[in-house]
């Protein structure tokens, strides 16, 4: 006979919330505020053991089970209707090892929480560009960030991974051990177990010199033909990507500009800080600027910097391509629809997927898109639910405008839920061998609420 939830409270050290609990409109909640569902069970597990016993709960009463490191997921994936969810905000900790350089961190960190925790070190790896977001969705879908160039995507930098499978073992996945599912885990997302803990290879980066460049929206061609060429060539400690952006009532922006759409280059320089200037020097010249912030920075306060702007609870709705090339056609497609962003929350991001990335062979691990040089996302972010018609058709239409431009696929952990339909193109040559490895994982498809490769 299945387990009742009273069994699984007797098995768990962490809450267990369900409907009427006093926790529960909270705990049912994820990031998006557009995602409104009501699980039955929410486990917030304290240890592997917990993680265990959710497992086997949802395997038994073969409900949807969601898995969610920091409720990120722009479709929403950290929650469902009426199944179990394995919510791991709880465990958070991070263990560093300064002489090897390598840290050990829990599945329900931060990027925030890690690198604090890795900064007292002078050390860093690859992540996201905000805090809030979960070094697990992140790193298992592949890792860009302002690192990625110097030291290749977040999951480059994984060593092993603790997993929780589908039928409740608990395994290690690395190059020596279960090296199939270390290769589908880094790219593969969350398709293959739950991660309880990640081991990553850290660099010495302390503090960075961050720059933010502010250029009138009318110059936007002149950035994107610049940023195209340029990002090839730049010494690989340079971060950057190029933004359209409703300028925030910052104190370096002048008052009258506040409100006002820009183009903006977003800069992270993490190599000696004497050259900060000589890099940044190009990029100044590119048009006449309206507003910087060249400022030296602890590398966390850089992470952190722009999460003030995007509070859980707004609405969420993302497209994303990888790109071989930024062609003209591409950039035509941004000048028209970049300077019309809609609210000062949402933008639209090139990131450069070159360097370090370009570095590792396509087969190499489950992300496959080592030859593409860019990964665009627009990314509609907005608080009003009311408006929801008018933002999301902003990222459809300008969705629509650069796509012809792009690759087949785009970038899982950018992907938003109606996209299921490009999974095989997100993985391209990868795909076949990673529905191997989910059948020989997860054959029932337990692990279904993520971009989802079946069995
Ligand atoms: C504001 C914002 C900024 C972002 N910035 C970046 C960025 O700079 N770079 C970048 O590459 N991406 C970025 N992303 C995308 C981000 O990588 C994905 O949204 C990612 O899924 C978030 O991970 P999470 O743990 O926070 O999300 P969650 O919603 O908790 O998890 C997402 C999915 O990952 C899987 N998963 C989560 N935890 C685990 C686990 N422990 N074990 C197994 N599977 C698990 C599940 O399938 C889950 O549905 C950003 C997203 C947002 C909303």
Redesign the pocket.
């Known amino acids: 006979m299945a387990p009742t939830v009273d069994d699984l409270r007797t098995r768990v050290r962490g809450q267990t919330i369900t409907p009427g609990d006093g926790d529960y409109e909270t705990a049912r909640r994820?990031?998006n505020g557009m995602v409104d569902k009501r699980p039955e069970v929410i486990v917030r597990c304290t240890d592997v053991t917990d993680v265990i016993a959710a497992i086997e709960f949802a395997r038994e009463h073969r409900v949807d089970l969601?898995?969610?490191?920091?409720?990120?997921?722009?479709p929403g994936?950290?929650t469902n209707d009426g199944g179990v969810v394995v919510d791991?905000a709880q465990m958070n900790g991070v263990r560093i090892d300064p002489r090897a350089q390598t840290a050990r961190a829990e599945?329900g960190c931060t990027w925030g929480g890690f690198n604090h925790a890795t900064y007292g070190f002078g050390l860093a790896t690859t992540g996201?560009?905000?805090a809030s977001?979960?070094i697990?969705?992140?790193t298992?879908?592949?890792?860009?960030?302002y690192l990625s160039r110097a030291f290749g995507l977040t999951c480059d930098n994984l060593i092993s991974a603790d997993v929780v499978t589908a039928d409740g073992r608990f395994l290690v996945a690395s190059q020596s051990e279960n090296e199939d599912l270390f290769w589908a885990l880094r790219g593969g997302?969350?398709n293959f177990?739950?991660?309880t803990s990640f081991e990553y290879q850290l660099h010495p980066v302390k503090d960075i010199v961050a720059g933010l460049f502010f250029f009138p929206v009318e110059r936007a061609r002149d950035l994107l033909e610049f940023y195209r060429e340029f990002i090839q060539t730049a010494p690989e400690e340079l971060g950057m990507f190029p933004a359209f952006q409703i300028a925030p009532p910052l104190p370096f922006i002048p008052q009258s500009d506040h409100g006002k759409t820009f183009v903006i280059a977003v800069c992270c320089w993490a190599g000696a800080p004497e050259r900060a200037e000589q890099i940044f020097a190009p990029i100044r010249g590119v048009a006449p600027l309206v507003a910087e912030m060249v400022a030296p920075m602890p590398y966390p306060v850089l992470n952190g910097m722009f999460d003030p702007l995007?509070p859980a609870g707004l609405q969420?709705y993302w497209k994303s391509d990888f790109a071989a090339e930024l062609t003209d056609s591409a950039i035509k497609a941004h000048v028209e629809y970049g300077p019309k962003v809609p609210v000062v929350n949402s933008t639209m991001h090139i990131y450069p997927i070159n360097g370090a990335c370009n570095r590792v062979a396509s087969d190499a691990t489950a992300f496959a898109y080592r030859d593409a040089k860019f990964a665009t996302v627009i990314a509609g972010m907005w608080p009003d639910p009311a408006e929801n018609e008018k933002n999301v058709k902003w990222v459809k239409d300008y969705y629509r405008a650069v796509h012809p431009n792009s690759l087949a696929g785009g970038y899982v952990?950018?992907m938003a839920g109606d996209d299921q339909d490009r999974i095989r193109d997100n993985y391209k040559g990868n795909y076949d061998r990673l529905v191997a490895i989910k059948r020989k994982y997860d054959p029932t498809n337990l692990f279904h609420?993520?971009q989802n490769i079946q069995p």
């Open positions: 994820v990031y969601s898995v969610r490191g920091g409720s990120h997921s722009v994936f950290g791991l599945g996201g560009i905000i977001t979960g697990a969705g992140l298992l879908g592949g890792g860009i960030g997302g969350g177990g739950v991660v995007l969420h952990n950018f609420m993520n």
